[in-house]
């Protein structure tokens, strides 16, 4: 065919490669500096220091943030005009309640000290619900006499973009308008470029001596062991209930826990022998659920907070490919959230195409102006086949042929575009190429502008065909062809079947390289080889595409010391050109990358080898914050007795990496489904070192439910069945 009459071909004139950072994020104040604590609801989330307060300044990504606007950039406690002395702050195991202990310092007066430290007791507990924040400030005395305290809450709004707080600059911004106060109310409001206004309200009980549109005075008269308490209510874009905020608190707190209980329901849980490790799973099946949101179609994992908190197209199926074995109802909502918001023409502007995965949804004001292309954006090459890949593996863990049926239309449309715009220059290969420079340069998962390279180091020119979107469409073509069988479609399957054994194998032709030992990375828009050894090879061990043959060399390139850092495989070797172990994408480590791998490892049976990745990771969750592993952090080589070093501004929960112990154990023990026959499987378990024993209970099936405990004896790990209810059944090939 000849390119110049192929309207998809590549136009040198469409795809401009970026030489710079796109929409980058500011790392001037890194959250690992501050290690905020962060909470989410719904379209809302919120992150504050140590001390309960966000402290407004240069590159400050603290505040409460509703649907990609900061509603409150400042919120700033004293006691007595100094700050409260930190004791600790705690986050409950499930995420609902965030806990401040504070103590008073030496206070002064007329030059001598009025209150001696640690007399007094402040004790906040704050929670989100409904695009609104509550607080209790309760304040105990400990002192001997009675004491007069006075208390400011100082709070400000700037109603800045999500983007803007990532650094983004603006020529121009809307209109702040003056502050409002009623009785025990302050209404600080904006309205943007876009038209739109947005108030955020703050209600305090009891009224303050002093309440202004800056800051709330409070004089709390203390008798020794006495407790007083204040309540604060900070509304996003609501009006208030006719309730005080004191009723408000309590009510609204049980209401938040009843939503939590409900939430995992359904979920399966885990407990194992190693304490430290139950202390992992527990955050990660918190924060897994905190990031879940309640769309019209179902539950939806948002991607991450800060940065990410909204609907994302290829974080969710993957969080949702990790969680399948926990609580499939996940998988269900995304895969119906993503077919409703599936692109149906063609737009250059959002780079969409008919049949295109959503990449992603932003609701602030730069995105409902064209500020930044992310308002319903489809720059993602990725997302279209792991939905198909997502609808399979669906399936295949539930036997939910009605759903299937539903969606059946939106696969058929994922599966046109595959082969009428995924593949721009007729080679064979998905490819991608934005198509304005305002749009993503770089649309696989590794999106920064310098990941895809040459081994010469330099940057590849689009259309660029990436290694893992290759085996992606593979396993949306064998995933596609098992749908078909199961809706009683016969004619389609063997099609499907015969277009992903023709991808393999001109795959294997095109992208393995012998020298290397393993894929390339890429082609470029000339069909030139990116020569370089990446983690990205791990992913056609995921889905399949690999020849038996080619995987023992692709395992060896993975795990020698140059890529596995010890704590897990790095995206890119240190071999390589563009090597820095504190890049985000050229040499870091990102658990949901290596979770991806070990499944992919696990499928060969290296199990062996996905232990090790498992041990890394879970070694690496004991050195973080609350056991919580972050979006990435950096590929410097492990070293006895210190922990991994942190990326400066990794979200921490990021959904994928939150549940990377999960996908991993389920890797480890080979856990797979026959929902027809309502069996678990397990093929060839093994558990890392570090787990003796392991508890699975309600595990569900189509036909009822099962406990089950595995325990490891020399070198097998045996399995028992605790309970079940229903024709259910286990078995276990070794």
Known sequence: M???????????????????????????????????????????????????????????????????????????????????????????????????????P??????????????????????????????????????????????????????????????????????????????????????????????????????????????????????????????????????PQDFTPRRLFFSNLLEARRFNRAAVSNAASVSTSNDVFNEAVRRAVADLYMLVTDTEDGPYPYAGIPWFSTVFGRDALITALQTLWLDPSIARGVLKHLAANQATEVNPAADAEPGKILHEVRYGEMAELGEVPFRRYYGSVDATPLFVVLAGAYLDRTGDVETLKSLWPNIEAALSWIEEYGDRDGDGFVEYGRRTVEGLANQG?????????????????????????????????????????????????????????????????????????????????????????????????????????????????????????????????????????????NGSVWPHDNALIAAGLA?????????????????????????????????????????????????????WAAVTPLSMLQSCLGMGFDPGAGTLLFHQPILPEFLDEVTLRGIRLPQGRLDIFLRRVDDEVVVQVLDREGDTRVTTTY
């Open 106 to 239: 030496d206070l002064y007066e007329n030059g001598s000290i009025s209150l001696q430290h640690d007399l007094i007791h402040i004790r906040r507990t704050r929670f989100l619900w409904n695009a609104a924040c509550y607080e209790r400030i309760s304040v105990r005395n400990y002192d001997e006499e009675t004491r007069t305290i006075r208390l400011e809450l100082a709070f400000a709004a700037d109603f800045a973009d999500l983007f803007e707080v990532r650094g983004a600059r603006r020529k121009k911004r809307g209109q702040m308008h003056p502050p409002q106060v009623e009785a025990g109310r302050v209404t600080l409001s904006y309205t943007g470029l876009d038209g739109v206004l947005r108030r955020t309200i703050i209600r305090v009980d009891p009224a303050p001596v002093t309440l202004t549109g800056e800051h709330a005075v409070f004089e709390v008269q203390l008798k020794p062991r006495q407790t007083r308490q204040i309540f604060i209510e900070i509304l996003c874009d609501a009006e």
């Open 2 to 104: 000849d390119d110049r009459s192929n309207p998809l071909a590549p136009n040198p004139d469409e795809y401009v490669t970026a030489r710079t950072p796109q929409f980058f994020i500011a790392a001037t104040a890194p959250l690992q500096e501050r290690r905020p604590r962060t909470q989410k609801h719904g379209d809302t989330f919120s992150m504050f220091d140590h001390n309960g307060d966000a402290l407004s300044g240069p590159a400050s990504p603290e505040g409460i943030f509703h649907r990609d606007t900061r509603y409150l950039s400042h919120l700033f406690l004293t006691i007595g005009g100094e700050r409260p002395l930190l004791l600790s702050s705690m986050l409950r195991d499930d995420n609902a309640l965030l806990t401040f202990d504070l103590a008073n």
């Open 603 to 655: 499928r060969y049976g290296f199990r062996s080898e996905a232990t090790r990745v498992f041990e890394g990771l879970f070694m690496a969750s004991t050195y973080i914050d609350l056991r919580r592993l972050p979006e990435l952090f950096c590929g410097f080589p492990r070293q006895r007795s210190r922990g991994p070093t942190f990326y400066p501004v990794a979200c921490a929960p990021q959904a």
């Open 445 to 585: 998962w590794k999106d920064s502008f310098d990941a895809i390279f040459h081994a010469d180091g330099s940057l590849a020119i689009g259309p660029i065909s990436v290694c893992e979107v290759q085996a992606y469409v593979y396993g949306a073509w064998k995933a596609a062809a098992r749908i078909a069988s199961a809706m009683g479609l016969p004619e389609r399957a063997p099609q499907f079947e015969a277009k992903a054994e023709e991808l393999r194998a001109r795959f294997d032709r095109v992208f393995f390289d012998e020298e290397l030992g393993t894929y390339v990375l890429a082609l470029d828009g000339n069909n030139k080889p990116c020569r370089v050894r990446a983690s990205n090879a791990g992913h056609a061990l995921f889905t399949g595409i690999a020849y038996p043959d080619r995987a023992p060399s692709v395992v060896a390139t993975l795990m020698e010391r140059s890529s596995f850092s010890g704590w897990g495989i790095r995206t890119v070797a240190t071999t390589e050109a563009r090597y820095n172990p504190m890049s985000y994408h």
